[in-house]
């Protein structure tokens, strides 16, 4: 499905960041540096959102804290996948009641997905009148536009028109670290899966142009980052809105040709177009990491039918075979929902079989969450939060166990890592990362930090493996 996309003109950024500089003149008059806070949930995506916004709020001359006591605006860039994310929201924005009343000139905004839902911005104007300014991610480019309304109308702005998306280049970005970075290649999901919210608050697929990608692969690769995870809700389908001829392989390949020692990763695939081309090319890179997040969400047919996921178990099986015969060093990670509406002790045993089948690496599992507006929510769903939990605790424990066991086997091993930062503790305080993305905790000194590096592997847990330096190849 081909739809206009909407490019935001270069001369419309250029005039965010004059604004931005207006901004500056207006809270710096006092001779105050003043400082932000933004607060982020949910994906990496919403991390690389919040990149930009800091990227924004630096142009204004603006310290950050992590005190929201200190902070003369904060923004809270929010998440609606799931309903937990959404209160945790709800109440860390309502105890911002506190740090108001402490300091009333106080700029508070909430973005990101959960206030693109009608329900969730309503909800905010009427009961949480602290609130500012309130926005989509459409709007996240004219971010300083909409502050500066906020600051010379004093009165609250909310931001959140049904919109199919936009595109926009040119937005700094003030990263998080300095060994990884998040790159985002394409914006918004076409695929309706029946219980996700995404579509309707991020928009259809849009494609950034391959140029401008590797473009600013060469500037990260430039400041030293070593770590480049490329995102999009489903990078498979990159270019399919473009019709340039470039698709997500031939992307990687055009990335893998930079000069420089750096891995490139990316998430998260869908495995109907997860295509043979991408293993063959993951394979033959050699910057590309051998790990892929590919989301199962369930192990029955029919559960994924009525998920709208356009595989079945055996395509699934399929995939990783292919993925694996081209790389048998591959490491695989899934994301997995319990509870779908209607999902039966029956069905939930083939997830369970399916996990034993792969042997996934590590898997992210949740509890389904009613998401209003979806197809999913008018689902009949006769079982109670209990007879989920009882399922989730068997999956999690299942999860457990393989995780344990695939880590055990690292034990003795030799392991390129990159170091990408500190633990805070005291006994092995560096962290590290394999090529397929696992943690690894070593001791050493923190020069380290940013280089690639041999390490012994000598035990391992669930959750991460533990080595020692061996030699220095970075
Ligand atoms: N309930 C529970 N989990 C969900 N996810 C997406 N929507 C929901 C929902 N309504 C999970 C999926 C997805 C991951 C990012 O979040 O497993 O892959
Ligand atoms: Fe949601 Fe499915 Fe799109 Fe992923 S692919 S963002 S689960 S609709």
Known sequence: MKYERTCIPQEEIDRQLSI?????????????????????????????????????????GCGFTGD?????????????????????????????????????DQLIAVCGCMVQQEHMAEKIKKSYPIV?????????????????QVMEKRRRIFATEKNAGVV????????????????SIMYGCNNFCTYCVVPYVRGRERSRLPEDIVREARELVAAGYRDITLLGQNVNSYGKDLDCGVDFADLIRMINEIPGDFLIRFMTSHPKD????????????????????LPVQAGS???????????????????????????????LTTDIIVGF?????????????????????????????????????SMPDPYTRA????????????????????????????????????????EYKLSARTNGGRLVHLNGSSDLIGKFIAVDIVSGNTWALYGKVAEQDG
């Open 68 to 104: 929201e006591y200190q902070a003369d605006i904060i923004v809270v860039n929010t998440c609606a996948v799931r309903e937990h994310a959404e209160m945790r929201v709800l109440g860390n924005v309502g105890a911002l009641n506190h740090t108001k009343k402490a300091r009333p």
């Open 387 to 426: 007879d989920k939990q009882k399922h989730f605790d068997a999956l999690t424990e299942l999860a457990n166990r393989i995780s344990a066991e695939k880590h055990a086997a690292y034990i003795g091993t030799r392991q390129r890592v990159l170091v990408d930062g500190e633990t805070g503790r005291e």
């Open 168 to 183: 926009a280049e040119g937005i700094p970005s003030k990263r998080d670290g300095s060994v990884k970075a998040w790159l």
């Open 341 to 377: 509406p209607g999902e039966t002790d029956e069905e939930f045993a083939e997830t369970l079989s399916l996990c034993e089948e792969v042997r996934f690496d590590a898997m992210f599992t949740f509890i389904y969450s009613k998401r209003v507006g979806t197809p999913a929510a």
């Open 132 to 148: 500012n300014l309130v926005f989509g991610p459409h709007e996240l480019w004219r971010f300083p536009e909409l502050l500066l």
């Open 20 to 60: 931005c500089h207006d901004i500056f003149d207006r809270i710096t008059a006092d001779g105050r540096r003043p400082l932000a806070m933004v607060d982020t949930y949910g994906c990496q995506q919403n991390e690389a959102d919040s990149e930009k916004l800091r990227g924004y709020l630096a142009e204004m």
């Open 301 to 331: 047919n029919r559960i994924l039918r009525a998920m709208n996921r356009s595989y079945t178990r055996e395509k699934y099986l399929e995939k990783v075979a292919a993925a694996r015969k081209w790389m048998p060093d591959l490491v």
């Open 274 to 293: 997860a295509s043979e081309k991408l293993f063959q090319t993951m394979a033959a890179c050699e910057k590309c990491a051998h790990h892929i997040h």
